[in-house]
């Protein structure tokens, strides 16, 4: 299966609400990133974690290593945020990083 | 800083051709990776570099994909007679730790094999 699932794979949320992605490990994850992709294309780094929490102006993250899960909570929703949502868990077992499937976000005016 | 810079970001070539795509990592950056994207397959890791030397090339398909880092400001992905199925988007990343440090990546070449 895969070693690290993101939920939802896909979410439609109305402008100014609020929204949690939500990645599963199954690895032993020491560290996590959150990117988003953009329609162009091009990832952008969100977030790079050890467990604990980080915020950034709407976006905040958390990454809890012994429940091998971590979230990306998304408060306001403008239309800029819509794109697909990437998290990625190091595998300290093959030394690499480890990406989900991602969560594609649409935000409606 | 320029960030990781791929080139071409478009290439489209006919079935068999040869097709060359480059990465320029961030300047001080030691690890080079290489990642496919297709809506099917998502992001699958290809292979990894570290001061240069290949280290992790587990993702690479056997035939015809081959991967250099000839010196420490730029790498190559090469398909040899490339078929439609090697149609996707390419993308380079950098990082300046290494195998699980926090990535850049660039801006993407997108294959096109008819």
């Known amino acids: 299966g895969d070693k690290v699932k993101q939920s939802p794979s896909a979410l439609s949320l109305q402008e100014g609400t609020n929204s949690a992605l939500r990645c599963n490990f199954s690895i032993a994850a020491t560290t996590v990133q959150w990117f988003l992709q953009n329609p162009r294309g091009s990832l952008m780094n969100l977030f790079y974690?050890?467990?604990g929490t980080k915020e950034n102006g709407r976006l905040k993250s958390a990454f809890d290593s012994k429940e091998s899960y971590s979230t990306l909570h998304i408060r306001d929703a403008q239309l800029e945020d819509s794109g697909t949502y990437f998290c990625?868990?190091?595998?300290?077992?093959?030394?690499?990083?480890?990406f989900g499937k991602g969560t594609h976000l649409h935000v409606l005016p | 800083n320029a960030g990781v810079i791929q080139t071409p970001r478009h290439k489209v070539t006919g079935k068999g051709q040869e097709a060359t795509l480059w990465c320029e990592p961030i300047s001080g950056h030691s690890a080079v990776f290489w990642y496919r994207q297709t809506i099917v397959q998502g992001l699958e890791f290809l292979t990894y570099f570290r001061n240069q030397a290949p280290i992790d090339d587990s993702g690479m398909p056997k035939e015809r994909f081959s991967a250099q880092m000839p010196n420490q400001s730029h790498s190559t992905l090469k398909i040899q007679s490339t078929q439609p199925q090697d149609s996707a988007v390419y993308l380079c990343a950098s990082s300046f730790t290494g195998g699980t440090g926090q990535l850049y990546f660039g801006e993407g070449s997108k294959l096109t094999v008819l």
């Open positions: 974690l050890v467990p």
């Open positions: 990625a868990a190091d595998d300290t077992n093959a030394y690499k990083v480890i």
